[in-house]
């Protein structure tokens, strides 16, 4: 009778853990923790969409630049937007096309009638703009890229020279 009674109390005890689970306290400690990463995380992948997005802008512009110097080494004068509908990007030979992010435009500066600026302006109120520059000097031809330094939908300013970006709300970035 012992041995049956021991027996019984074993079968019970293997039996109760086999039942039990975790306990409300343990999900809700649990979901505190995924909910404080999951805060932590989401700031951070928005934070990385923008900047692939303005990343787009950044390499159109320099390959603009660099399309702009080729060009005018062949033909002594820059490819600019006219208004008779021919754009300069058509010009160039390139395969950049304005976006949902960006719209693209190249024109003469017009302090400076031998110098060129590309544009990148904003279609997104969280985008920044870019305007590259490319002046001549001496038969050489230098170039620059800046970036607007708040996002917004203006058209960026012209760069002032090689070395310089608009001093209002630009920084030279190349």
């Not at 008779?84 to 017009?110: E, F, H, M, P, Q």
């Amino acid at each position: 009778m012992k041995n049956k009674f021991i027996a019984l109390q074993l079968f019970l005890k293997i039996s109760n853990k086999q039942n039990s689970g975790f306990t409300l306290i343990e999900l809700l400690v649990v979901i505190i923790i995924i909910g404080i990463l999951s805060a932590i995380a989401l700031p951070s992948f928005l934070n990385q969409t923008v900047k692939a997005r303005q990343s787009e802008a950044k390499n159109n512009i320099g390959a603009m630049n660099r399309s702009q110097q080729a060009y005018y080494f062949e033909n002594q004068e820059f490819a600019e937007d006219t208004a008779g509908g021919a754009t300069a990007i058509n010009k160039l030979g390139i395969g950049i096309k304005n976006s949902v992010n960006y719209r693209y435009a190249a024109t003469s500066i017009t302090a400076i009638d031998a110098d060129v600026t590309n544009k990148a302006q904003a279609q997104q109120a969280n985008l920044k703009g870019y305007a590259g520059g490319v002046f001549t000097s001496v038969g050489l031809t230098q170039v620059i890229l800046c970036e607007v330094t708040t996002p917004n939908l203006g058209l960026p300013g012209n760069p002032v020279s090689a070395n310089a970006c608009d001093a209002s709300n630009q920084i030279r970035i190349q």
